[in-house]
């Protein structure tokens, strides 16, 4: 840009900053620099990982600077920070998302080229960071991106597992787990911080001395395990700060037993050690279910006891003993229950380690902490026995019965005097046969705040699963819809997009994802529609390149891509899409005349290695789409692709390339969603049930955008109430009864009848729980619509390019914004340099 020209830009900050800090040929120098000494290798002998590394940590260079400016920013400032505590970070790949947000994309694919490799090749060379499971692993990630970008002082804290996610592969069809190694020789992007390990303590036993005016409680740990913290920076968008990541690793305190190594027990040296590293080896694989462990719990504890005493560490620093400011400069928050054990752990450390009183001490937590719930499945709530608590953390224990005991003869008490009921049902600890730590219960005592994910969620939060903690405190439940970063789910994965949109409004659009509305008045514009579509038509046919290459399944760009993406559960009714692919399969044999869209039914989903059902079903799709794509009397019209091993960097893929979002879950089961925000940003309209964030989303884009169908939350409530019975619709409906009797055959299993009976099984003798029977016709004229509607080519760009340009309430600046305002009261601090 030449001097002149600039001077007629408005002289925006992003206008400013969108220029790349290094040239091509100084970025070629650090990138050689690092190729040779860092990796201790050259130019023509490079393999394409070397050439990845060396680029990284070229890159790595700006990603430090900024970090550093950042830490000094906050500590002269005294700031006050979100302390975001997760089991789940789902990163996927750092790279492109770090030259995006430096704005040093285009500079480093030139330096690249001018050395012979190509950027799109390297960036497939990094593994995912796959440290989550799914939506609410991934939410923490956009957070964090939102966060730094908004120059807000966060630090995330989580586990450095070994293993992430498992690898997904299909053997005959079904799903075969595969260890993850995502760092198994090291990764570029971390930083390990060795004089910032933590010992955290478990197991052993409570003593009570009775020495001063109060009883003092001594916990002797009976084992003590070391946390490492590995830091990963978080670069924002345009030039903001670089927040960090913190993840904690296990390991052995004495990390040798040389004792007994030298007396000759060689294997018994190194066990201490390897049950010590085995707290952060694996992420667990459940998605929404509790997993019920001992190594779970620890787990939790683990991480939530080395972040906790690092957030005290660093508070000491600048105020040693004085706690008068922590409540101001600290905010914890509890992504779902599973770091609920640093509350009482805050607790310990007040009390025992600093010797303030109770009720200072529960005065400082109740001000800190908030927690935010992303499920009212009730087997995702999660409890633990007393039993298990009692030998892991008993001096816990002790802690919760106390806050319990405060709440019920308090709190509980005053709003319903002499009321045992309500006492137990309201009570940390559920009564029974096996008595249970309730961790939900706990969350929401010990926070000030607590936020469901999306506005019926939040309602649902309040009526259905705490409507007697909402009654006694009316001002505690609030909600939060959630949202997603533009800057990786539009600006960097589909960069075509990205360029058109670039062309019609401001280009920090990024930063202010409401923009994109001016895009409304191109929405009947004939050349932007085709300018609109043609992108979308590049993205398909780049992934019907990509499919061949991962399944060696041939389909066309120009059929309608309809794309299912998440994580395979039955209330998100993965089955109820292949009942009704089943359906127009079964349509085009009776009929081959019968007039549809030729379709790309598209899936990628990981199902728990524990849920039969969940594994039946992924195998019933690979069985069905094996026998649809090789029916050649169906003349194409039909094809259905399972693409293996769906994570972060595959749905990058996927999403630029869809026409269809299916959203289909029972109406009040799925707590928002997030993937239905991002296929919608990038022109695809979604078939919807009105659940979680889809209500906003129609809102939104407007019904005549979407296709809505099916059951209501209430409607749903009403059947139950009334009882379901899937035979009314198995009796009474031709096509379901067909459909199902269909799977119960050896048709998509020649010689093995019977091998996808499983679902019809569990959809009429399993008493449907999900309602799939009950919303299949509705879902079937709604897909009727679709297909219609795909054959008016404009009526289709019209409402693709609406769906793009009314997506801005789901940028995750807006949620968060809407967490600073609501729950944290953060001050956004842009670094000094
Ligand atoms: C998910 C919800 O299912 C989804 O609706 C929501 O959009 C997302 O959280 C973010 O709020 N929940 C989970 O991923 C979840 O509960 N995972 C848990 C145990 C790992």
């Keep these: ?421 309500m006492k137990q049902h309201l009570s940390i600890i559920e009564e029974g046969h096996e008595r249970m730590v309730r961790m939900g219960h706990l969350s929401v005592v010990g926070s000030h705040k607590v936020n469901g994910v999306a506005q019926v969620h939040s309602d649902l939060v309040r009526t259905d699963l705490f409507p007697e903690f909402h009654e006694l405190w009316p001002e505690k439940l609030t909600n939060v819809t959630n949202g997603i970063t533009p800057r990786r789910w539009l600006k960097a994965c589909n960069p075509r997009l990205a360029a058109l949109i670039d062309q019609h409004i401001d280009a920090d659009w990024p930063l202010h994802l409401d923009k994109l509305k001016g895009l409304i008045a191109k929405a009947d514009d004939a050349k932007f529609q085709q300018a609109f579509m043609a992108v979308k038509r590049e993205n398909k046919v780049d992934l019907v390149a990509e499919i061949h290459r991962l399944t060696g399944i041939e389909v066309s760009p120009d059929a309608l891509f309809d794309v299912q993406i998440k994580r395979l559960h039955e209330y998100k009714r993965q089955h109820l899409n292949l009942l009704h692919i089943l359906a127009l399969y079964r349509r085009l044999l009776d009929n081959p005349e019968y007039n549809m869209v030729p379709r790309v039914f598209l899936f990628g989903a990981k199902a728990a290695p524990g849920y039969h059902l969940a594994k039946d079903i992924i195998f019933a799709i690979n069985k069905v789409a094996e026998r649809i794509n090789n029916d050649s009397r169906i003349g194409g019209k039909l094809k259905v692709v399972m693409l293996p091993n769906y994570r972060v960097s595959l749905a990058e893929k996927m999403i630029p390339a869809a026409d269809v979002s299916e959203q289909i879950s029972t109406a009040g089961k799925e707590a928002s969603g997030t993937g239905n925000m991002k296929l919608a940003l990038n022109g695809a309209l979604t078939i919807g049930t009105l659940d979680g964030a889809n209500i906003e989303i129609a809102e939104e884009a407007g019904a005549d955008h979407c296709f809505i169908f099916g059951l209501t939350v209430d409607e749903v409530k009403a059947l139950n109430a009334r009882g379901y019975n899937p035979y009314d619709f198995y009796d009474h409906d031709e096509e379901i009864r067909a459909v199902l009797d269909w799977l119960d055959s050896d048709y998509f299993t020649p010689g093995q009848p019977g091998a996808l009976a499983s679902i019809k099984h569990s959809l009429l003798q399993g008493g449907d729980p999900y309602k799939v029977l009950a919303d299949f016709r509705a879902y079937s004229d709604a897909q009727r619509n679709v297909d219609e509607k795909y054959r008016d080519g404009t009526a289709w760009a019209r409402s693709a390019i609406i769906n793009t340009a009314t997506m801005g309430k789901f940028n995750s600046d807006r949620s968060i914004q809407d967490y600073v305002d609501r729950i944290w009261h953060l001050k956004a601090y842009p670094r000094d340099n």
Aim: some cysteine; glycine content about 6%; proline content about 4%.
């Design 1 to 421: 840009v030449t001097k002149k020209a600039a001077a007629k830009k408005p002289a925006t900050k992003a206008a400013s900053a969108r220029k790349a800090p290094v040239t091509a040929k100084a970025l070629q120098g650090k990138i050689i620099q690092h190729l040779r000494g860092t990796q201790g290798t050259y130019e023509e002998k490079a393999t394409p990982q070397a050439w990845w590394r060396a680029t990284s940590f070229a890159v790595n260079e700006f990603v430090m600077a900024g970090l550093t400016d950042t830490q000094k920013t906050h500590s002269r400032y005294d700031t006050r920070a979100v302390n975001y505590l997760s089991m789940e970070f789902l990163m996927g790949r750092l790279l492109s998302n770090n030259l995006h947000n430096l704005h040093l994309f285009d500079v480093t694919r030139a330096a690249l080229e001018g050395l012979g490799q190509n950027l799109d090749d390297l960036l497939e060379e990094e593994p995912d960071m796959a440290l989550g499971n799914g939506g609410l692993g991934r939410l923490a990630a956009c957070f964090l991106d939102s966060l730094a970008t908004m120059n807000l002082p966060a630090v995330g804290y989580g586990i450095h597992y070994e293993h992430g996610l498992f690898e997904q592969h299909f053997r005959d069809g079904r799903q075969i787990e595969r260890p993850d190694a995502w760092r198994e020789y090291g990764n570029p992007w971390e930083v390990c911080r060795p004089e910032s390990a933590q010992q955290v303590k478990l197991y052993g036993y409570v003593e009570t001395r009775y020495e001063g005016a109060t009883p003092k409680k001594v916990w002797h740990a009976g084992r003590t395990i070391k946390a490492v913290p590995w830091d990963i920076p978080i670069v924002g968008y345009d030039g903001a700060n670089v927040n960090i990541l913190r993840l904690w690793e296990s390991r052995a305190t004495n990390f040798f037993d040389w004792d007994v190594f030298n007396a000759g027990g060689y294997v018994d040296a190194q066990a201490e050690q390897a049950q010590a590293e085995t707290i952060s080896k694996v992420l667990y694989p459940n998605d929404e279910t509790d997993a019920g462990k001992e190594l779970r719990l620890i787990q939790q504890y683990f991480f939530c006891a080395a972040s906790v005493a690092d957030i005290v560490r660093r508070y000491r620093r600048a105020h040693g003993d004085d706690w008068t400011s922590f409540p101001k400069l600290v905010a914890i928050q509890l992504n779902d229950t599973h770091p609920a054990i640093a509350i009482p752990e805050l607790m310990r450390v007040l009390i025992d380690d600093y010797d303030m009183a109770w009720k200072d001490a529960w005065g400082i937590c109740q001000q800190v902490f908030s927690y935010t719930n992303h499920t009212l499945l009730p087997e995702a709530l999660e409890k633990w026995t007393v039993r298990l608590f009692e030998k892991v953390l008993p001096r816990h224990l002790d802690i919760i019965y106390d806050i319990n005991h405060q709440f019920l003869t308090q709190q509980v008490d005053a709003q319903w005097p002499g009321d045992d009921a």
